[in-house]
């Protein structure tokens, strides 16, 4: 889809549909506003007044312009209270556009920007348009037929106020509008990953994305196969994996900064990559393994966003890493009281082969101290059903060893609109991961199941900076809520480009 700026009078735009955004204070403040209401002889303010059209949030009122002026449709969007209001709300908004736009089959679709002061400015343009092409976004490559529509939106205009148009604010709108594409882009990909079925989308299709992303933003890349990982000692990696005639891959994108100056920090981004999680041997009940080719989530946020760090050049050498593997059920299982040997060494006793993501992420974790020897770590996965219980669908479970770090990822990520939220790591629980033929077990008691999990992991990290990141819940949507679609959302993208771009 194509994305441009308009900074002229929108009373003469052509455009199949004109957003604008009003807040509960005074609606009538925005000078393009007036100028659509003057030009249409105060019928939108009559129709406010009629429709007792408040500015609340997620109301909206629509009408036809009927040739008086040259957008087609006026859409008001309320955006509430303005002390309530973030800046990533403004993809709600976007959204509502394009869905609009696209209901009246609008070929292009023009959303204004609200005024704001200095960098907010950038901000403001990157949520917008990011909210309304990620709400462009659909996995309809298996349908057929009626159900297999067209794309109807070939353009999305971002409009300015005239009057608020200067050197310094036009420029920091293109950025906005550039970082949007971008990680919209990122963001789609890591959908389009996820809405594959685990059939099509297997750890083999896996590496051969990662290569074209490789390719793509000139990155370097290692895709290790199990004579590779079982020469690094990844028993754990393996044992999940050799259950499955799918052979598994570790695959290692690695991003450097261009230029002689080092990099100030190396970070490592770990994704769990199950392709499909059958529960192995502790067979999962077929409703429960019905969407769990959504499982490589967490892989498939690291790949995406990697590409995107690369673009906007990010002072830091990044690592993105994801241990991709079936787990499913065979005579060559991995089978309940086996002992695995870990790539660092430390031992485990099997009690649920379904808690395989946590096998996979310790060996992951193990490479990027050893191998990588990062300064930071952040690991992405559909982890527990135990994160979901405590915090619902739309929330991420943050944990981690050092609390700056988690403090300074969870600000990033209220930067960023992704809802996380922080998790102890009590040491009282670690009690539960005790084993008597080994150096633990991998899974603990029902009661704090998410919390055992990162005790598990963290028994990899050493004195690494870690941070755990629970995506269980917001990996996917069962409905269609603003820019997020039913399906793979994307999850993570956003903040990792946040944490390590920040413009703050």
Not at 151 to 162: D, G, H, R, T, W
Request: hydrophobic share 40%; aromatic share 6%.
């Amino acid at each position: 889809m194509k994305v441009s700026l308009h900074s002229g009078d929108v009373t003469k735009l052509s455009t199949g549909l004109l957003g604008l955004l009003c807040f509960e204070e005074g609606m009538a403040e925005g000078a393009i506003y007036q100028a659509v209401d003057k030009a249409l002889d105060g019928l939108l303010a009559r129709l406010v007044a009629e429709e007792q059209f408040k500015g609340k949030k997620g109301q909206t009122l629509s009408l036809h312009t009927h040739g008086r002026i040259a957008p087609s449709r006026v859409l008001l969007v309320g955006a509430g209270a303005r002390k309530d209001f973030a800046a990533a709300d403004l993809r709600g908004f976007g959204a509502r556009t394009m869905k609009a736009g696209a209901s009246a089959q609008a070929k292009v679709v023009t959303a204004v920007l609200p005024y704001s002061e200095g960098a907010s400015q950038e901000r403001h343009a990157q949520f917008l348009t990011e909210g309304a092409l990620l709400a462009a976004y659909r996995f309809d490559k298996y349908l057929t037929g009626e159900r297999k529509k067209p794309e109807v939106v070939e353009e999305l205009k971002l409009a300015m106020s005239p009057d608020n148009v200067d050197g310094s604010r036009l420029d920091a709108v293109k950025r906005g509008l550039q970082r949007a594409e971008q990680i919209a882009h990122a963001v789609s990909l890591a959908r389009d990953l996820i809405n594959e079925p685990a059939g099509e989308m297997t750890p083999k299709k896996m590496a051969e994305v990662a290569q074209r992303v490789a390719k793509q933003h000139g990155l370097e890349i290692k895709v290790l196969g199990p004579k590779e990982c079982e020469k690094l000692g990844m028993g754990m990696f393996l044992a999940v994996a050799q259950g499955s005639e799918e052979e598994p891959r570790f695959i290692h994108l690695t991003y450097r900064p261009k230029g002689k100056t080092p990099a100030k920090k190396k970070v490592a981004l770990i994704g769990k990559g199950v392709t499909f999680d059958s529960g192995g041997l502790s067979l999962k009940p077929s409703s429960a393994m019905e969407d769990m080719k959504v499982d490589m989530s967490g892989a498939a946020a690291v790949i995406a966003a990697i590409g995107v760090l690369a673009d906007l050049g990010v002072p830091y050498e990044v690592h993105a890493i994801a241990a991709c593997t079936e787990n499913m059920p065979s005579g060559k299982s991995y089978k309940l009281g086996d002992v695995l040997k870990s790539m660092n060494g430390k031992t485990v006793e099997i009690n649920n082969t379904d808690a395989e993501g946590r096998l996979t992420l310790g060996d992951a974790i193990t490479y990027a101290v050893q191998e990588c020897r990062v300064d930071e770590i952040f690991d992405f996965a559909t982890l527990t059903g135990a994160c979901m219980v405590a915090l619902g669908p739309h929330t991420a479970g943050v944990m981690g060893n050092d609390l700056s770090l988690v403090e300074r990822w969870l600000a990033s990520a209220r930067l960023a609109g992704e809802e996380m939220w922080h998790l102890p790591l009590p040491p009282g629980l670690r009690d539960q991961l005790k084993s008597d033929v080994a150096d633990m077990r991998n899974t603990g008691e029902r009661w704090g199941g998410a919390l055992t999990a990162g005790l598990f992991l963290k028994e990899f990290v050493g004195d690494t900076p870690w941070v755990h990141v629970d995506i269980a819940g917001p990996a996917s949507a069962d409905k269609e809520i603003g820019h997020t679609p039913k399906g793979g959302t994307g999850f993570g993208v956003s903040t990792i480009v946040e944490y390590l771009a920040s413009r703050e």
